[in-house]
């Protein structure tokens, strides 16, 4: 299937004349595995990502957002849902916990059943397919998907289309835009493949960055000695981390044969797929432009988690340090919401489905309460009482980079680390004296009342979200798949 008959596969509504839309618009756009610095908006000096930059202008971009499980599944899950991993059930990458849990509803239903026109294109990586879920239309990536001449499921049919994948991924976005019933609001998720492993840029730019040396993070020969045991034998260092962008390599090749990743080939690209990125956002916000439509549309933009880039020799993510669960957040509303940047408010991934419900009207179900909060009264200057500390939690264990089970809680200042199995043990960090978390201060005696304290945060916030998951500090299995996930 050619380019131009796939595009009439996937957006084939029909263009219905209408009134003006009442309540705003709303575009939701995802990329996988973007770290909060990872454009230069955010201070980036190498990355350029003028388009990112342009929401950023026009927008709030938020300085201090999170994701509260660092994992790509359960991420999206608290997208969809408004609630931390445990409730919604998505809690690993794969198995039955890649299921939602039957009933639960996502912002897209309601949105739908709000008169909303509702799609869903591009990576999804639930093992619940979107059927049912709220979308009038949906085109998605099987799996991880790939980078070039991917599949895709649309409406449940598989196709097999050319090019390159985030390249495909905003025409359709553009295509369904064009063709969606224009006396309806419509919600859109765009979800990107960039920058997902194994950071296959497009050719155009391939060569993008080969004459500079990006230096390495302060921490990348930061020892773990000193950590707790679950940290230490991880499976993340830079050093062991395998190309499998060669052809033909099988994933479980033994370690001893695989092809080291050379850090500045990791680093460029990185990089290079983010170029992409931002590229195809400039493509559907000219499009949002020339349509008229950018001053009624909500805009949010956002990775699913952070990711670390050689900070304690690591790559990947699942840890609650500050490289994997900070995260991008833009978000902009013309008619709605002024411009700027904020330090002040902690922001995490489950509160984009309350501010979306929010400014569609929509009263939030009794279910989500506590899991997440609506930013409308951060842009409207009336937030006195926002949060002051979030949970964290982890659950995938035995896996892929075999990162331990862990929950957590951080405020403005602090951080606490409760690793699970045994042996279990704790971590804390003063985020104002050490923000590069290099010694934790849970067994200093001049911490020992702020540890208390959020010991105590923490149970509190699994009461009130109901998390009843198991606690009891049994020994970690084996892990015996010790691969990229």
């Not at 990775?303 to 609650?320: C, I, S, T, V």
Request: glycine letters at 8%; aromatic letters at 10%.
């Amino acid at each position: 299937m050619d380019r131009r008959t796939a595009l009439k596969t996937v957006a084939g509504f029909p263009a219905i004349l209408g009134a003006q839309n009442r309540k705003p618009n709303v575009l939701f756009i995802m990329t996988d595995d973007q770290r909060w610095d990872a454009m230069s908006c955010a201070g980036n000096k190498i990355l350029k990502t003028p388009n990112m930059d342009r929401l950023a202008a026009g927008g709030v971009r938020f300085a201090d957002a999170f994701a509260t499980n660092p994992l790509c599944s359960p991420s999206r899950g608290t997208i969809l849902t408004g609630l931390h991993t445990h409730a919604h059930g998505v809690t690993t990458n794969g198995g039955k916990s890649h299921l939602l849990k039957p009933g639960v509803v996502t912002y897209p239903q309601l949105l739908q059943k709000a008169g909303y026109h509702s799609s869903m294109l591009g990576k999804w990586h639930i093992a619940t397919m979107p059927t049912g879920l709220g979308f009038d239309h949906w085109c998605i990536l099987p799996g991880q998907g790939l980078y070039h001449n991917p599949q895709m499921i649309a409406n449940g049919g598989r196709i097999q289309l050319r090019g390159y994948v985030d390249d495909l991924i905003a025409d359709q976005a553009i295509e369904t835009l064009k063709s969606r019933p224009k006396n309806k609001p419509f919600s859109m998720i765009c979800n990107f493949k960039a920058p997902h492993r194994a950071w296959e840029p497009a050719e155009r730019h391939a060569k993008e960055y080969e004459d500079i040396v990006i230096p390495e993070p302060p921490t990348f020969n930061t020892s773990l000695e000193g950590r707790p045991k679950g940290i230490r034998d991880t499976d993340m260092q830079v050093a062991d981390m395998p190309d499998f962008r060669r052809r033909g390599v099988p994933a479980a090749l033994p370690k001893e044969l695989r092809k080291p990743l050379n850090y500045q080939q990791f680093m460029k690209n990185y990089y290079r797929v983010l170029l992409g990125v931002d590229e195809n956002l400039g493509r559907i916000l000219d499009f949002l432009d020339q349509q008229r439509l950018a001053e009624d549309t909500l805009i949010i933009y956002t990775g699913d988690n952070g990711f670390f880039l050689g900070e304690y020799g690591m790559f990947d993510k699942r840890l609650m340090y500050e490289p994997s669960i900070r995260i991008p957040m833009l978000v902009r509303y013309p008619n709605g919401i002024k411009p700027g940047v904020d330090r002040d408010h902690m922001v995490i991934n489950n509160d984009v489905a309350h501010t979306i419900l929010d400014y569609c009207g929509i009263q939030r179900p009794a279910h989500m309460e506590h899991h997440g909060e609506s930013w409308r009264p951060v842009f409207e200057g009336r937030a006195s009482g926002w949060r002051a500390s979030w949970m964290y939690e982890y659950f995938e264990y035995p896996g892929p980079h075999c990162a331990p089970i862990a929950r957590g809680v951080r405020t403005k200042t602090h951080k606490l680390i409760h690793y699970i199995q045994q042996p279990q043990a704790h971590e804390m960090f003063d985020l104002v004296k050490d923000p590069e978390e290099r010694r934790s201060v849970y067994d200093d005696p001049a911490y020992k009342a702020q540890a208390a304290a959020l010991s105590r945060d923490l149970e509190q916030w699994r009461t009130v979200t109901k998390d009843d998951r198991s606690q009891d500090g049994t020994p970690a299995p084996p892990c015996g798949n010790r691969m990229p996930g």
